[in-house]
C-alpha cells in the first residue's frame, strides 16, 4: 500500500496565499482521486475539494485543488487567506482495492 | 440538504461490543459508497470501512474480522457492528458519503475503557 505524506504544519499572513502538499509514496498520483477535507477545532472533518480539483457547493473560489505528477503530489491552494481558514487539512485517495487511504494531516495557522 | 446523523456511541469494556448506526437524508442514499472514519482524540483521519452501492465491503487490516459495515437503503441507514473492542478503538465516529462530492456527519464518540 502507499503512504500520502503532508507537512505537519504551515503558516501564512492573512491576505496570502498558502499550499499544501500531499505527496503518494507509490504508484501514481493521477491513478486515484484525490480530495481535501478541512477540519476546524471541534468540529467534523468537511470537504473543500474532490477528484483532485471540484469544489462542493458552497466552497469559495479561494480554495483550489491540483496534481503534480512530476512531484507525485497533489495540492491544495488557498489563497486571500482569512483566520476563518485556521483549520487541520487533511488529503484523501484511495488505493487499487478501494481502500481508503489519508493523509497525516496539515495544522494551518493564519497569523 | 444533506443530513447524516450518527447514533450509538457510549462507553463499553474491553471486549465488548456496539453498534453504531447512521441515519441519512437530503440525497438518493443507495446511489453512495458508504464510510465509516474515526478520528482519537489529537490525533488525525483514520478510514474503519466502506461499503459500496452494490454491498460490496472494504475494511483496513486494523479492524477486519472485528468490525462489520453494513446498509439498509430502505431505511437511508448504515450501520457499523464493532466486536472485540480494544482500547484503541477509542475514537470519534464519523459516517461520510461519497459520490464524487463526499458528505460527513457529526461524528459519535466510543470509549472502550474498564
Known amino acids: 500500500n502507499f503512504m500520502l505524506t503532508q507537512p505537519h504544519s504551515v503558516s501564512e499572513s492573512p491576505g496570502k496565499t498558502v499550499t499544501i502538499s500531499c505527496t503518494r509514496s507509490s504508484g501514481s498520483i493521477a491513478s486515484n482521486y484525490v480530495q481535501w477535507y478541512q477540519q476546524r477545532p471541534g468540529s467534523a472533518p468537511t470537504t473543500v475539494i474532490y477528484?483532485?480539483?471540484?469544489?462542493p457547493s458552497g466552497v469559495p473560489d479561494r480554495f483550489s485543488g491540483s496534481i503534480d505528477s512530476s512531484s507525485n503530489s497533489a495540492s491544495l491552494t488557498i489563497s486571500g487567506l482569512k483566520t476563518e481558514d485556521e483549520a487541520d487539512y487533511y488529503c484523501?485517495?484511495?488505493?487499487?482495492?478501494?481502500?481508503?487511504?489519508f493523509g497525516g494531516g496539515t495544522k494551518l495557522t493564519v497569523l | 440538504e444533506v443530513q447524516l446523523v450518527e447514533s450509538g456511541g457510549g462507553l463499553v469494556q474491553p471486549g465488548g461490543s456496539l453498534r453504531l448506526s447512521c441515519a441519512a437524508s437530503g440525497f438518493t442514499f443507495s446511489s453512495y459508497d458508504m464510510h465509516w472514519v474515526r478520528q482519537a482524540t489529537g490525533k488525525g483521519l483514520e478510514w474503519v470501512s466502506a461499503i459500496g452501492t452494490a454491498g460490496d465491503t472494504y475494511y483496513p487490516g486494523s479492524v477486519k474480522g472485528r468490525f462489520t459495515i453494513s446498509r439498509e437503503n430502505a431505511k437511508n441507514s448504515l450501520y457499523l457492528q464493532m466486536n472485540s473492542l480494544r482500547a484503541g478503538d477509542t475514537a470519534v465516529y464519523y459516517c461520510?458519503?461519497?459520490?464524487?462530492?463526499?458528505?460527513w456527519g457529526q461524528g459519535t464518540l466510543v470509549t472502550v475503557s474498564s
Open positions: 484523501q485517495s484511495y488505493d487499487s482495492s478501494n481502500r481508503v487511504v
Open positions: 477528484e483532485d480539483n471540484q469544489r
Open positions: 461520510a458519503a461519497a459520490a464524487g462530492v463526499i458528505y
